[in-house]
């Protein structure tokens, strides 16, 4: 049995479309229906959550509201019989955290077919670590690895490397034998990109060198992309002949700008990455891979943990682009 209240963040909007956050408590009752009552233990914070908790057009329709995209506990209640009380499971995307109230709350209810078995070899807290932005890195070394892109046709890059999906993605590509170069903005977090695995750093001045040009010179056998704008247009234009471009945020921009050339004269591919209605079975194979070949050696060197409490710094923070690596939200001391 559960609590009938909780602990969660909430924002609200009001008139002036102002949205303040407040830490409170709500009740298990007016939590939407679902087959399955989750006790949170951890969550973690994504960059669509803190879109979603400012009110950023677009991103949550109905407020109150209490966001994170992101959940691993255990369950309390389950109406469907693939999923008992006890069971430790993982929920991200889908409805979660946008107009569904989210993991930063201490419970949640969603429906069944959302839940993840948690793999073994992985712990709860493990399991949000890597959260939303380990299952977008892990689906886009997934597109690179069937696209046929191997270790030995050269180097990797990643870009907004020392942000939730890059130090992740970094870290799974170093670990699967891969050279990953890791571009940045922060020149200071060299040493933390080159400790998870990355070969070599670079600013981003050095991606976008010669990026006037409709072709740049070949370096990259393959891309893993957060970024978007003129950064992902130089990546597709300096990846080598049949090499692979992924792509899945819009930190810098929502709009790039390539001729067709590096699509027709080098046969490059670019392929766009979703984490919110990917395919369970996809879902359940990465899950697997991040929880065993994949499983980052040095995860916790990757977070910083923090309670309900200091959670709106840490919202303020990632919409400037400043933080490094992940947070996890530590529910159970929430
Ligand atoms: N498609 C999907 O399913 C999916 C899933 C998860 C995330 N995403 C998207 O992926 C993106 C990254 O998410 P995240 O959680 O990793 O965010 P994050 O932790 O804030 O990391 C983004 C990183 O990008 C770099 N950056 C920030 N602003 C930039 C700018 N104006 N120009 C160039 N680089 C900039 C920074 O890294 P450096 O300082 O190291 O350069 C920053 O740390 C977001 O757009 C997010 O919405 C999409």
Redesign the pocket.
Known sequence: MTADFFTAMIVEETEEKNYPIRIGTRSVKDLPPGEVLLKVHYSSL???DALSATGQFGVTRKYPHTPGIDAAGEIVESSDSAFKPGDKVIVTSYDLGMDTPGGFGQNIRVPAKWVVPLSAGLSLRESMILG??GL?AGLMVEKLVRNGVTPEQGEILV????????SIAVAILAKAGYRVIA????AS?KDYLLSIGAADVIG?EEVLLKAERPLMPERWAGVVD??A?E?LAAAIKSTRYGGTVTC?????SREFSVSVLPFILRGVSLLG????QCPMELRRIVWKKLAGEWKPENLDSIVRECTLNNLEKEIQA?LK?Q?RGRVLVNLLES
Do not use: E, P
Not at 183 to 186: E, N, S, V
């Open positions: 994504n960059y669509k939303t932005a977008t870009t907004g490397a020392t942000g939730g999906v890059g571009a940045t903005g922060k977090q981003r957060v970024v704008g950064m899945c945020g819009l930190v810098g990455v979703d984490s919110v990632i682009g933080l």
